[in-house]
C-alpha cells in the first residue's frame, strides 16, 4: 500500500486526497462540539466587522493576519464552525502538497513521491484539535511557503529577490502568530547552507521579514494605536509559562503515535547511502527545523495537541526514509496501517464508543453544554472572568474581550487613568448584562456609580441586567 505513494502520478495525489478528506470531513460534518478557541476567534472577528479596530477596540493578543482572516470569515459566512473547520481542512491540505512539491521539486530524495504529504495529512488528522483554525495553523502556511526560498542556491546579484520573498513569507507567519519568528533561525541557517554571500544574503532576508511590520506599523501610526499594537501583539505572547489543556498523560498517548514515527525515522537516517551535497544541506536544515519545533513549543502559553501541528513538517521530511528504507516491504505495510488504524482510533474514539479503552480527557477545550447563559440570548454582554461559554448566542459588548489584558483595567481600580478609561469604554457602549465571576461590582458601582449604578441583579447568581 504504502509503495503506491512513491510515484508522482496524478493518481496518487487524487487518492491522496481523497484518502485525507474520507479521514477527515466525517468528523467535521458529524458536527464536533463547540469550542472555546473557535468561539474567541469568531468573536474576535465579528466585533471587527462590526467596526471595531484591533487592540484599540478589541483588547486581545491575537495577530493581525489571524485576525484579519477571521474578520474575512464573519463577512461571509457569520459564526459558523463549519466554515472555520473546513478553511483549516483546506489550509492543512495546501501545506501537505507545497512541502511536498518542494521537497520533489528541490530533489531532496533520491525519488519522487507522496509519502511525505501522505504522512502529513494523517498526522494532521488525528484529533479534532487539528480540525480549529488557529493563528498557528494560518502562520504554518507562511512557514511551509518560506521553504523554496531559503533553500535557493542564490549567486551576487541573481536570486536576491528569492531571498526577500523568503524572509517576507517569515514575517507574514509571525504577522499571524507572533512566535513563529523563531523560524527565522532556519531561515539564517538556510542562508548559512546554501547562499553565496551569508552577511548580505541574511541582511535582506532580514529586510523581507520586516517589510510587512513596517507596513503594519505604519497604518498604526496613523490610526494613532501603535501603542496598543505593540503592548498587546509585540509584548503579549513571550510570557513563557506552560499550560496543559490536556492532562499530561493523555497528551503524551495522543502524541505517542508521531513520536514513535519521528523516532523511527530518524534512526532510519542514520544508514542512508552516500547522497548529493545539496540533500545533506537540506537534512540539517530540517534537523534545525525539528529543534527550533521544540523549542517554539515552550514559547505556547497553553499546550495541547494542536501546538504540534509545527513538528509535522519535519515528520513528513523524515518520514520519507523510513517508509523507502530496505527494510522488507510487508514490515512496512504493516507500519503504515498501524499508523493509519491509530490515526482513526483516535480521531474516532467518541462515534466508535471507544472512548473507554482510549480515554482522553479533552474537556477543557469545549465549552460547557449547560450554562446560566442559556437564559438570555441576541444580548450584548460582558463577562468579568474567563468563561466564553456567555459569548455563545450573545455579541460582545466593549473591548475587554481578553480578561488577562483587561486587567491593565480592571486589574488597576486604585487608579484614576484605569478607571477613566474604564469610563470611557463604557460611555461608548453598555452591555445590556454583565456577568461578574470577579467580583467586582460592588468596587465598581462605588467607582463608577454613573455607569454601574443602572445594573440591578438578576435571579441568576453574578448576573446584572442593565436597567436604566
Known amino acids: 500500500m504504502i509503495s503506491y505513494f512513491r510515484s508522482i502520478l496524478p493518481s496518487r495525489l487524487f487518492l491522496l486526497v481523497l484518502l485525507f478528506l474520507a479521514i477527515r470531513l466525517p468528523l467535521v460534518f458529524l458536527g464536533i462540539p463547540a469550542t472555546a ?3 474567541f476567534s469568531m468573536l474576535v472577528g465579528e466585533r471587527m466587522a462590526d467596526g471595531f479596530a484591533m487592540y484599540r477596540d ?3 493578543s491575537t495577530a493581525p493576519l489571524s485576525a484579519f482572516v477571521y474578520w474575512t470569515i464573519d463577512v461571509i459566512a457569520g459564526r459558523s464552525y463549519l466554515t472555520y473547520r473546513l478553511t483549516a481542512t483546506f489550509l492543512l491540505l495546501f501545506q501537505a502538497i507545497m512541502l511536498n512539491v518542494t521537497l520533489n521539486r528541490h530533489q531532496v530524495y533520491a525519488g519522487k513521491g507522496y509519502i511525505p504529504a501522505l504522512l502529513y495529512l494523517l498526522m494532521g488528522s488525528l484529533t479534532f484539535e487539528f480540525d480549529m483554525l488557529t493563528p498557528l495553523l494560518i502562520g504554518n ?3 511551509i511557503l518560506s521553504l523554496p526560498y531559503i533553500i535557493t542556491i542564490s549567486r551576487e546579484g541573481f536570486e536576491n529577490n528569492r531571498l526577500f520573498v523568503g524572509g517576507f513569507m517569515v514575517g507574514l507567519a509571525a504577522l499571524s502568530y507572533l512566535p513563529l519568528t523563531l523560524f527565522l533561525v532556519v531561515a539564517a541557517f538556510g542562508v548559512v547552507l546554501f547562499a553565496s554571500n551569508t552577511f548580505r544574503s541574511f541582511l535582506l532576508m532580514l529586510c523581507g521579514f520586516a517589510f510587512p511590520y513596517a507596513v503594519l506599523i505604519t497604518y498604526y501610526l496613523y490610526t ?3 501603542s496598543f499594537f505593540l503592548e498587546m501583539h509585540l509584548a503579549q505572547p513571550w510570557q513563557f509559562g506552560i499550560n496543559t ?10 502524541m505517542a503515535l508521531p513520536g514513535l514515527i519521528l523516532l523511527l525515522s530518524l534512526i532510519s537516517t542514520t544508514s542512508l547511502p552516500l547522497r548529493l551535497v545539496f540533500q545533506g544541506k537540506f537534512q540539517q536544515l530540517m534537523t534545525v527545523w525539528l529543534l527550533v519545533s521544540v523549542v517554539f513549543l ?4 497553553e499546550l495541547s495537541v494542536a501546538s504540534f501541528l509545527i513538528i509535522l513538517p519535519p515528520i513528513a521530511y523524515f518520514g520519507e526514509f523510513l517508509f523507502t528504507s530496505r527494510t522488507k ?3 512496512l505495510n504493516l507500519m503504515f496501517f498501524v499508523l493509519l488504524g491509530g490515526v482513526i482510533l483516535l480521531r474516532y474514539r467518541e462515534p466508535l464508543g471507544l472512548e473507554r479503552f482510549v480515554r482522553i480527557d479533552d474537556s477543557s477545550l469545549l465549552l460547557p453544554q449547560q450554562k446560566p447563559a442559556s437564559k438570555f440570548s441576541g444580548s450584548t454582554v460582558l463577562v ?3 468563561d466564553l461559554s456567555y459569548y455563545e448566542h450573545n455579541k460582545l459588548a466593549t473591548p475587554y474581550l481578553n480578561w488577562q489584558l483587561s486587567q491593565r483595567h480592571f486589574g488597576r481600580l486604585n487608579e484614576y487613568q484605569a478607571v477613566y478609561e474604564l469610563y470611557l469604554n463604557f460611555r461608548n457602549e453598555a452591555p445590556a448584562y454583565i456577568v461578574d465571576q470577579a467580583g467586582l461590582m460592588p468596587e465598581l458601582k462605588h467607582k463608577l456609580p454613573s455607569v454601574f449604578e443602572g445594573y440591578a441583579p438578576t435571579q441568576t447568581a453574578a448576573v446584572y441586567k442593565k436597567s436604566r
Open 141 to 143: 502556511t507562511f512557514v
Open 37 to 39: 478557541s473557535e468561539l
Open 58 to 60: 478589541i483588547y486581545d
Open 224 to 226: 494613532n494605536t501603535t
Open 298 to 301: 515552550i514559547t505556547r502559553s
Open 245 to 254: 489543556l490536556l492532562p499530561p498523560a493523555h497528551l503524551a498517548l495522543v
Open 329 to 331: 516491504k510487508w514490515i
Open 384 to 386: 468579568l472572568g474567563d
